[in-house]
């Protein structure tokens, strides 16, 4: 049974689309999170949702818009998608209690044609 | 600002040889320290971490890290480096509060030759 996982785990679409990845958790954890990796593979945080509630909002253009339907749940919707939105999206999950151990899930690369 | 900095991009090393790999932080509060490992096309997956206690810390597959304080880093090492552990390695930084995310560096790519 995977602990984190994500569908797709690969999505090819074209520009101007909107598209969904969708992520659930199985580890009974409070937190979840949307993670970017780029080309160059850097990490960046995106969102994180502690019980629900969105608590973590980096930059990120408001086309992007995650959603949390409960707490085992982390979806993660993108509109009139661009270029620069192709990368590899995490989603990851921890207690969120104390030192947050993250567990990811296998990542999900969506290319922008 | 809150910052890891991971110095070399890319390491090359000999199967059976030593590795060290350097992750140094910046970060204002007590900091816990992570170091993960990607495989090519999966997720991270955590190979140790650090809160507190004992500087010396071990984790899965053999390695190992060292925090030191004085000098704001957490350096992974394995004795012994064995093909499979190709990869990418990243070091991580976070806090205790319930929810805070982990900041990461940029990650060095490890290649084994033979």
């Known amino acids: 049974d995977t602990a984190v996982s994500q569908t797709p785990k690969y999505l090819v679409t074209q520009m101007g689309n909107d598209k969904s990845i969708k992520c659930e958790q199985n580890l009974g954890h409070d937190t979840m999170y949307w993670y970017k990796q780029d080309s160059k593979k850097f990490l960046k945080i995106m969102f994180s949702?502690?019980?629900?509630?969105?608590?973590i909002n980096e930059t990120v253009p408001n086309r992007f818009s995650p959603k949390s339907p409960d707490k085992a749940h982390l979806n993660l919707h993108i509109n009139s998608l661009e270029l620069g939105d192709s990368a590899v999206y995490f989603c990851?999950?921890?207690?969120?209690?104390?030192?947050?151990?993250?567990?990811f899930g296998a990542g999900s690369r969506l290319t922008v044609l | 600002a809150q910052s890891v900095t991971q110095p070399d991009i890319h390491i090359t090393v000999s199967e059976g040889a030593s590795l060290e790999l350097r992750c140094n932080y910046s970060y204002g509060a007590t900091p816990y320290l992570f170091w993960y490992v990607q495989s090519p096309g999966q997720g991270l997956q955590l190979l140790l971490k650090?809160?507190?206690?004992?500087?010396l810390v071990q984790g899965i597959k053999g390695f190992e890290a060292e925090f030191k304080r004085s000098q704001s880093s957490f350096n992974l090492r394995k004795p012994s480096v064995h093909w499979s552990d190709a990869a990418e390695y990243f070091c991580?930084?976070?806090?205790?509060?319930?929810?805070?995310?982990?900041?990461f560096g940029k990650g060095t790519t490890l290649s084994v030759s033979s």
């Open positions: 650090y809160f507190s206690g004992d500087t």
């Open positions: 949702y502690n019980n629900k509630e969105l608590i």
């Open positions: 990851a999950s921890s207690t969120g209690n104390g030192a947050n151990v993250l567990t």
């Open positions: 991580a930084v976070g806090a205790s509060q319930a929810g805070t995310a982990l900041i």
